[in-house]
């Protein structure tokens, strides 16, 4: 139910920039405003989305104690979530929480306090996902070269490549970017694509390394004699 609660927000939200792009050039002329004020509408929508993300992944996280062992399954859940985020996890044994702190590459922080609660009942209702479909991508100045990556299937393919666009823009701009500019890593769309954290990918709807089908058969030369 969850899923399609944010499918549902996510067409909202989606309906909301494309109303907002068709009437901006109406009542902003100036095209360099209108796409300051596009961006601001698109950033603030993201952030929001963001924070929202972070607390449904927390209500997920099973703590039925502060043991280190379920501390250590909590710590290697959120790195599975959030890649190479700085991220600081705390048991607080007087108040009976986990502290968590998470700071995003692109300067994006999270704080929240996961009390230790029960292992919720598993449901008899089947829990709905959107599922992940092909979204393979080219450069433009190697279109033989195929990305194979993959995206919401809520997502068209604009709106999945604009995402993918404005999270290469940001991921530079970030700490981590610019660490690596710094370090002399190429700002290129290969780097990029091997060092965001597949949670970043995640929130904007997208993934990383989607699964092929297999290998062609190559069928022998020569064709069949009646």
């Not at 360099?32 to 929202?52: C, F, M």
């Not at 705390?90 to 994006?108: H, K, S």
Request: aromatic share 6%.
């Amino acid at each position: 139910m969850a899923d399609k609660k944010s499918k549902s927000k996510q067409d909202e939200q989606a309906q909301l920039l494309s109303l907002l792009r068709s009437i901006l050039p109406k009542v902003a002329p100036d095209p360099d405003l209108a796409a300051r004020i596009y961006s601001a509408a698109e950033d603030e929508l993201r952030s929001k989305n963001r924070v929202n993300s972070f607390e449904r992944f927390c209500e997920r996280i099973e703590l039925p104690d502060l043991e280190p062992k379920t501390v250590e399954d909590v710590k290697q859940h959120f790195v599975a979530g959030f890649g190479d985020a700085d991220m600081d996890i705390q048991p607080d044994e007087e108040n009976q929480a986990l502290v968590v702190d998470v700071a995003l590459p692109d300067g994006t922080q999270f704080h929240k306090r996961i009390p230790v609660r029960a292992v919720a009942p598993e449901s008899d209702e089947p829990e709905v996902t959107l599922k992940f479909v092909a979204f393979p991508v080219a450069l433009p100045g190697d279109q033989e070269m195929i990305w194979a990556l993959a995206k919401r299937e809520n997502l068209t393919n604009d709106e999945a490549a604009m995402a993918l666009t404005k999270l290469q823009d940001d991921f530079w701009a970030s700490k981590a970017g610019q660490k690596l500019l710094k370090d002399r890593v190429e700002r290129s769309f290969p780097e990029f694509i091997a060092r965001v954290p597949s949670g970043l990918l995640n929130e904007v709807g997208l993934k990383r390394h989607y699964k092929l089908p297999e290998t062609l058969k190559v069928l022998r030369a020569g064709a069949s004699k009646a």
